[in-house]
């Protein structure tokens, strides 16, 4: 898995990181051995919706 941070994030430790795939997966980037979430590509894409609308 690939993992990655949104570049808006900086260099801040409270982050989350996602790996995209079939499932995009999330997690805690100061919890990783906690595991992930796991979101369908179009759940992902209303999330990702809904925050760039200022719905969230």
């Not at 949104?6 to 260099?11: I, V």
């Not at 051995?33 to 760039?52: C, M, N, P, Q, V």
Request: glycine share 10%; charged share 20%.
């Amino acid at each position: 898995m690939d993992w990655h941070k949104s570049t808006y994030s900086g260099q801040g430790a409270g982050c989350v990181e996602v790996s995209e795939g079939p499932t995009t997966l999330v997690r805690d980037t100061m919890n990783r051995s906690l595991g992930h979430l796991g979101f369908s590509a179009s759940e992902w894409r209303a999330f990702i919706a809904a925050t760039a609308d200022d719905e969230l």
